[in-house]
């Protein structure tokens, strides 16, 4: 119920940071162009973010940011940070972006009854979900009234897992639109990008060794790698650049390492693959095709739910090495296939993943509870 003292509903938000990736883009992205004037929103943060952040954006959608300090470092320390905040905020409703935040707003929620929502934008499978322990799975999924998911296949998972499908929301990750044309001009060095943290599950070896073979028909091809070391997989760097050196593709291959801004290197290339082994719903996805660069994607997670193979871009096995090297070399040599592949894939973005559709999906939901 609104109270008298303030007729607006107020809304916490929970986040396990606020750096630039894809999960905090999107709620960025809704907060920025939600303009409910009905509504506060507060975002707690539970961990910083060592490459940059959304701090600044997020400021100026007049967002009341509260951010755990780091020495509070436990699950029990953090219980009770969060309970003196939400005591003050007295808020309306808790919503977690992130899945190891949901067990927080469900138990708190239920607490001082206050309407939870939950959220899984990931693959239980690629999010770090089954290495919990079994009782945080638990209460990560079974504690929120509601659990927000971007991707049919996730909620299919959740569904397995023994959530209610009345109880699982499917809102569509938005991606901002472009001012783009679609005339294709052929680079004198094709560039093939790739972005993703140095995790195994990117499978960032099958993008080099892609690169291996289109480099023996395009010798003056380049790729990149856009994406920082994760501690939990430091010898992953080092592998990757071992593979490098030993294909010879050093003049070829660079790691770019963190970017704050990515689009930039996505305008400047010819074709986006990503060969991940497990994937939710990807905004670089979703963001090379709305900068008119063609898609060469495994077949995995809620993927194909946006590319029609051949239509709109191509998939294949996460393993199919010949597969994604001759898909590349298929737009590279075959001018229309990649104006048409541009075309289809700025339809999709605009048809499927419009941000106006989504922020009405979170207003309903928002005023719904």
């Excluded at 005339?183 to 060095?189: A, E, M, S």
């Excluded at 074709?271 to 995995?300: D, K, Q, R």
């Excluded at 809620?302 to 996460?318: C, D, L, R, T």
């Amino acid at each position: 119920m609104l109270t008298k003292e303030n007729n607006k509903k107020r809304i916490v938000f929970f986040i396990g940071q606020i750096g630039l990736g894809g999960t905090e883009k999107q709620m960025a992205f809704l907060l920025r162009n939600i303009q409910n004037e009905n509504c506060d929103y507060h975002i707690v943060v539970f961990n910083s973010s060592p490459f940059g952040d959304l701090k600044a954006e997020l400021m100026r959608s007049k967002v009341c940011l509260h951010f755990i300090p780091e020495k509070e470092d436990t699950i029990l320390k953090r219980f009770r940070i969060l309970f003196k905040i939400l005591r003050k905020i007295k808020p309306h409703i808790i919503h977690s972006w992130t899945i190891h935040d949901n067990a927080y707003a469900g138990i708190l929620g239920k607490i001082l009854n206050i309407s939870s929502i939950g959220s899984v934008r990931g693959s239980l499978n690629g999010t770090g979900f089954n290495k919990l322990p079994t009782i945080y799975q638990w209460a990560s999924l079974k504690l929120v009234k509601s659990i927000i998911v971007n991707s049919e296949s996730i909620r299919n998972e959740l569904i397995k897992y023994g959530i209610s499908k009345d109880q699982i929301i499917l809102i569509r990750n938005a991606v901002k639109k472009y001012n783009i044309s679609t005339k294709i001009k052929v680079p004198d060095h094709p560039l093939i990008c790739t972005i993703g943290n140095l995790r195994k599950n990117k499978n960032h070896e099958l993008f080099i060794r892609v690169i291996k073979n289109v480099s023996e028909k395009y010798p003056n091809v380049k790729g990149i790698i856009i994406g920082q070391p994760v501690k939990d997989e430091p010898y992953q760097e080092e592998y990757l650049k071992s593979l490098v050196h030993s294909l010879g593709l050093e003049n070829i291959i660079n790691f770019m390492g963190f970017q704050f801004n990515p689009i930039k290197f996505l305008e400047q290339s010819k074709v986006f693959v990503l060969p991940s082994f497990s994937e939710g719903y990807p905004n670089t996805i979703l963001e090379a095709m709305s900068v008119g660069v063609p898609v060469i994607a495994s077949e995995v997670g809620g993927i194909p739910e946006i590319i029609k193979s051949g239509i709109n871009g191509f998939m294949f096995k996460p393993n199919d090495l010949d597969g994604f090297s001759k898909a590349v070399l298929k737009i590279l040599q075959n001018k229309s296939k990649h104006q048409a592949i541009v075309k289809r894939g700025l339809k999709t973005v605009n048809d499927y993943h419009n941000p106006m559709r989504m922020i009405k999906d979170f207003k309903k939901i928002y005023e719904q509870r």
